[in-house]
């Protein structure tokens, strides 16, 4: 089956750092880009930035720019997601989802969502 | 990078069309024909409904259509039904590697 599955629900500290996992299977993960959005509780969809698993390669958006850190590990077909000196308005979903090969740049497999939540 | 632009909300009834804007610049919508739009029930993760600004994914009724005048797209539902009651979202790419989304539309069918 197809699918992306991602990591559970963390709780965590202002200044502290998560890590969030996602683990893609029924497909060849190295064949495509991992994007990461997130999702503040009632508030838009927000591009966080996108890795090449094939070489590693990474773009960010500006916002998160030298505060969030996207990797992969090819051997056990996962990506992660690192955001460091967490804030209160950190608090959101957070997505990893596969650009697809059909449809230029469209996001068509999503992860189930991670809930990261950031209080003192 | 600044959001796109969408209305908060828009409805209608059963059978009828809606048309959904996003505005942006010509650094992301105006200059590349690459606007998405998905949609998003509640709680659930996000479904692609167009790329390529008017192309339509496999699966995706042809009631959905895109189009795009300079540095704004729209999203058309025809016929509309109960199921479209969602949230959607349109994304642009942005140059350099860089993509952004609107703030997403709430579609109330009445």
């Known amino acids: 089956q197809v699918q992306l599955v991602q990591s559970g629900a963390e709780v965590k500290k202002p200044g502290a750092s998560v890590k969030v996992s996602c683990k893609a299977s029924g497909y060849t993960f190295t064949g495509y880009y991992m994007h990461w959005v997130r999702q503040a509780p009632g508030r838009g969809l927000e591009w966080m930035g996108r890795?090449?698993?094939?070489?590693?390669?990474?773009n960010y958006a500006q916002m998160f720019q030298g505060r969030v850190t996207l990797t992969r590990d090819t051997s056990i077909s996962t990506a992660y997601m690192e955001l460091d000196s967490l804030r209160s308005d950190d608090t959101a979903v957070y997505y990893c989802a596969s650009e697809s090969l059909y449809y230029k740049y469209g996001l068509d497999l999503w992860g189930q969502g991670t809930t990261v939540t950031v209080s003192s | 990078q600044s959001a796109l632009t969408q209305p908060p909300s828009a409805s209608g009834s059963p059978g009828q069309s809606v048309t959904i804007s996003c505005t942006g610049t010509?650094?992301?919508?105006?200059?590349?024909?690459?606007v998405l739009w998905y949609q998003q029930h509640p709680g659930k993760a996000p479904k692609l409904m167009i790329y390529d600004v008017t192309k339509r994914p496999s699966g995706v009724p042809d009631r959905f259509s895109g189009s795009k005048s300079g540095n704004t797209a729209s999203l058309t539902v025809s016929g509309l039904q109960a199921e479209d009651e969602a949230d959607y979202y349109c994304?642009?790419?942005?140059?350099?590697?860089?993509?952004?989304f609107g703030g997403g539309t709430k579609l109330t069918v009445l």
């Open positions: 890795i090449n698993p094939i070489g590693g390669g990474t």
């Open positions: 010509s650094s992301d919508v105006g200059g590349y024909n690459y």
């Open positions: 994304s642009s790419y942005a140059g350099s590697n860089n993509w952004v």
